[in-house]
């Protein structure tokens, strides 16, 4: 007669049991060793003998036991990792209240505009190390300072309701055009050599810089492809505006409309700009709510040169600046990326309309 091994405890699964360890064994995002438990104890209550199951997920057989027996004991709590021993806490809830409270609501020492790590443990008598653990967990950042500015444009939302339907329902045999200019660009050149970037150090340049000349950049973003038109003028008046506009006419078909995205700038709308435009019919010219130039996507677009070309050059004359930019822009029209606008009106609406509740004496 063979021998038998130990009884093994009965393992039955309820269906909401089932539900929940097949949910914890096939997500991608359950922790690994949760899901390798999952996975026992569903083979397990199968029938499936201690010895077959760890034969079958590759794991010790005393492995497939403790989960096993934990799992008979405790149901699902007995598959979470027990609490380990640790040293005892030192900090109660009653300091980290006082802590939360004092930076919440009391105003710093010392005239300070802010509180510090620092200046905190010396009111509360704890540590700095203790006051940095506190603010990270309630995500408090005293240090930092965000500012916002709400557009007191009249017209503001049916401005909003335009633009945007420009983006999400373009008209037919049309273009539409985000034009706006990038105004004030230097010519800087450092007074030493850039370093190149080295492993553990990053590249370095000195802090001073020698100008040489600024100019302007004017830049049309055709929405659906992203490809750039563009013209350095090195002053930033209406005339110039004006030959602008003028070569966007003869860098697009003529077959077709063309909406135009800008700014509220007076160079925009001088008489005339006003009286080229009614000489061109197909140009439509469609504003921006004052102070709400995050609408034009094209400012996407100088964001992408200042952080990729701009930041970290150095040129010794207005002249080289512009090769270089025009060198940049020709590289991006050869392979552009779009810029996809996907919010609504209305969810921008709801946006706004929820920080404006936030906010005191916001008058919107």
């Not at 093994?8 to 309820?14: E, M, N, Y």
């Not at 914890?24 to 690994?32: E, G, L, M, N, S």
């Not at 010392?110 to 540590?127: C, F, K, L």
């Amino acid at each position: 007669m063979g021998r038998r091994g130990p009884r093994l405890p009965d393992l039955a699964l309820t269906d909401a049991e089932r539900e929940t360890l097949q949910r914890w064994a096939r997500r991608p995002k359950t922790a690994q060793a949760l899901a390798l438990r999952a996975r026992i104890v569903l083979a397990c209550a199968e029938g499936v003998s201690n010895m077959d199951v760890s034969r079958q997920l590759q794991i010790s057989p005393p492995t497939v036991t403790k989960w096993r027996r934990r799992f008979v004991a405790d149901r699902l709590e007995g598959l979470s990792d027990e609490p380990r021993p640790g040293a005892p806490r030192t900090i109660t809830d009653q300091q980290v209240e006082t802590v939360i409270a004092k930076t919440l609501e009391e105003a710093p020492p010392n005239e300070d505009s802010h509180w510090s790590t620092r200046s905190m443990a010396n009111a509360v008598g704890m540590s700095q190390t203790a006051i940095s653990r506190i603010w990270r967990a309630f995500e408090l950042k005293p240090h930092l300072v965000q500012t916002w500015k709400l557009s007191t444009d009249p017209l503001f939302v049916e401005k909003v309701r335009d633009v945007v339907g420009l983006y999400l329902d373009p008209p037919e045999n049309a273009l539409v055009l985000c034009v706006d200019e990038k105004s004030q660009i230097q010519a800087l050149d450092r007074t030493a050599p850039i370093l190149p970037v080295m492993p553990t150090t990053p590249a370095r340049m000195t802090h001073d810089y020698v100008r040489h000349g600024t100019t302007s950049l004017f830049a049309a973003l055709d929405v659906a492809p992203a490809s750039i038109i563009s013209q350095h003028y090195r002053r930033h008046r209406h005339q110039e505006f004006l030959k602008f506009l003028k070569t966007i006419d003869k860098n697009t078909p003529a077959e077709l409309d063309l909406h135009l995205i800008c700014d509220n700038y007076a160079t925009h709308k001088t008489p005339v700009i006003k009286k080229w435009l009614l000489r061109h019919p197909r140009f439509h010219v469609h504003f921006t709510p004052t102070s709400a130039s995050w609408l034009n996507l094209v400012e996407r677009w100088f964001a992408e040169l200042t952080n990729r070309k701009l930041r970290r050059s150095a040129h010794r004359s207005v002249t080289e600046l512009e090769a270089d930019v025009r060198a940049w822009i020709e590289s991006w029209n050869a392979d552009p990326t779009p810029f996809v606008w996907t919010k609504t009106a209305d969810e921008i609406f709801q946006t706004l309309a929820a920080y404006c509740q936030r906010i005191n004496d916001s008058r919107h």
